[in-house]
């Protein structure tokens, strides 16, 4: 099993960790801005569609967003920097920022995305500490 693991490429561990971590904690935020408090089943749903959803660009207000970060992630890794973690930590949160400075995000999506951005950062950083340093 380790040598599975190991075979996938840090960039793609990176992407998948986000769309299968991230985008569930995103998808409970989400839930929890509802006038009505969810269920166990709401819950249950919100957390299995939540990389679906988070691909396709739901939580983002732009569609496939996570390809361009994807693509600039590439870019950086290929061109500048063969370093992982640290552009793909300033990619995710600058996309953010620039959505928020353009108008895309008002407060109300700006806010749930720092809450869940700051309680996946230690899963991540945990989950990827031994590659902190490439």
């Known amino acids: 099993m380790k040598s599975k693991l190991n075979r ?17 904690i995103r998808a409970l935020f989400f839930l929890f801005q509802l006038d009505e408090a969810p269920d ?42 063969s370093k992982k973690i640290l552009p793909y930590l300033l990619i995710t949160f600058a996309t953010h920022i620039l959505f928020y400075a353009f108008d895309i995000y008002d407060m109300d999506y700006f806010k749930p995305f720092l809450y869940s951005f700051f309680i996946f950062l230690p899963i991540f950083l945990f989950i990827f500490r031994k590659n902190l340093k490439n």
């Open 8 to 24: 996938i490429s840090l960039f793609w561990k990176i992407w998948i960790c986000h769309i299968f971590i991230y985008f569930p």
């Open 40 to 81: 166990f089943t709401q819950i249950v749903k919100s957390i299995l569609i939540s990389p679906f959803a988070g691909i396709y660009g739901l939580f983002d207000k732009f569609p496939l967003v996570i390809l361009l970060q994807m693509l600039v992630m590439f870019f950086i890794n290929a061109v500048i920097s």
